[in-house]
């Protein structure tokens, strides 16, 4: 079986992980403590020269010499990641939101490929649409300007009093109004429903 990790660069400690980043690791009194996961072995390196200098491992087990104390050393070292289990759980999660747009990607760009008249098709289908969508759109802001146009008709000749609305001749200006008054009133119903 292959080895979980392997030194690298020359830096002790420090082993390289199959993602891509460097986890530092150091031995103290038969127990082997991990530092953690960073970005470059520069970065795990010094993390492992801190823990050595806190330890007071002699100064040739360090990985930079040149660092002549452990105050020195701890500014060098980088700043810690805290990960918690909420942090690993988003990451999971963003991580297969990710796999899963990148599939539908490579999906439509395959599908585009083999199939360039379903997008015409697809594009036409939504330009008629959105002219339906127009169409219907019209007619409806038509009917509410021909329903004021009565109601203001017949409100303007019952103020008129050009016909009394008992009258047969005004009996029409009467049911015009009655009309677009129930018309109103259906309308607000429906709107409220919604």
Known sequence: MPPRCRETWGYRGVCARTSGSFSAKIRFRGMRLVLGNFETANEAAR??????????LPHRTLNFLNVPTRERAQELLPLPRLITNEDRHDNRRREHRLGIAEMDEEAMA?????????????????VQRRAEREKRRAERAACREDKRTRKADAQFNMRLG????????????????????????????????E
Do not use: C, M
């Not at 993390?47 to 007071?56: G, H, P």
């Not at 599908?111 to 697809?122: A, K, L, S």
């Open 162 to 193: 050009a016909a009394s609305p008992w009258e047969s001749d005004g009996g029409r200006y009467l049911h015009a109004y009655i009309e677009t008054l129930e018309e109103d009133i259906t309308e607000e119903e429906s709107g409220n429903k």
């Open 110 to 126: 395959l599908w585009r490929q083999r199939f360039p008249q379903d997008i015409t098709n697809e594009r036409e289908f939504y």
């Open 47 to 56: 993390a492992y020269d801190a823990v050595a200098w806190r330890l007071k």
